[in-house]
């Protein structure tokens, strides 16, 4: 596949979602191993409804990512807008959290789901992760919920989150991780639910690591499927 029909299948998968809602992620989340029961209780009471049923997630990065009142947070592929809300509650007052996603579909979603939380010190931005809107090193914490490995080229990816970290900055993603059985050919909405895009463990580290990264860990949580299993990832910025 192509990056620009990989890029098709990604923006069509979650359309469907988010014009579907709730009975949509469910449709397509049909076990434990995703979604919103993945964050613990005291996390989760405090979004709307909206925005947990829309998480199609395999991780919590946003209590990975350990927040403190003031940080400058960016959620690529915000989805219904939970991580995002979750980060503006823990960098308040001080704080804000932006959050980036392909769909303008979704971004009005989220910025819905933030209003209906009481959140005010968010900001919603339609755009692509390999190319994000926003400046050189205004990004204290880089944050993602299974997001990465839909991206065709991940280069560009690693390049653009380490160029919007401030010095010092860190990234701590959810995301999948592919074991050694390479998948067979998919194509369409296929490379998007069957993990294809997965990078491998040692792939993951060497590319950001050519990237500019440092203090580079990857913790595996659990089976996916496919061969892949989810993963806790963390880097910083020198």
């Not at 979004?47 to 690529?76: F, H, I, Q, R």
């Not at 980060?87 to 804000?96: E, F, H, I, L």
């Not at 590319?207 to 993963?231: C, K, P, Q, W, Y």
Request: aromatic share 6%; charged share 25%; net charge negative.
């Amino acid at each position: 596949m192509s990056n620009d029909s990989i890029h098709d299948s990604v923006r069509a998968y979650y359309l469907r979602a988010a014009e579907g809602g709730a009975d949509r992620v469910v449709d397509v989340l049909d076990d434990d191993r995703w979604g919103a029961h993945l964050y613990d209780e005291a996390s989760i009471v405090h979004v709307p409804k909206a925005a947990a049923d829309l998480s199609m997630g395999c991780g919590n990065p946003y209590l990975l990512a350990e927040l403190s009142n003031g940080e400058t947070v960016l959620d690529l592929g915000s989805g219904g807008g939970i991580d995002v809300i979750l980060s503006a509650k823990r960098v308040a007052p001080d704080g804000m959290a932006y959050g980036l996603d392909m769909l303008q579909e979704m971004v009005d979603i989220a910025a819905e789901n933030a209003a209906d939380a009481g959140v005010n010190n968010v900001r919603f931005l339609q755009g692509l992760m390999e190319k994000v809107p926003l400046p050189d090193g205004s990004i204290d914490v880089v944050i993602s919920n299974c997001v990465i490995s839909l991206a065709p080229d991940k280069t560009p990816v690693f390049a653009e989150m380490f160029r919007v970290l401030r010095p010092g900055g860190r990234m701590a993603v959810s995301d999948v991780v592919a074991g050694d059985e390479p998948l067979p050919d998919v194509e369409g909405e296929e490379w998007v639910a069957c993990g294809a895009g997965a990078l491998g463990k040692y792939e993951f580290v060497g590319m950001l690591a050519d990237a500019g990264f440092v203090d580079i860990s990857i913790e595996t949580t659990h089976d996916v499927g496919n061969g892949r299993t989810a993963a806790m990832i963390r880097a910083a910025k020198p």
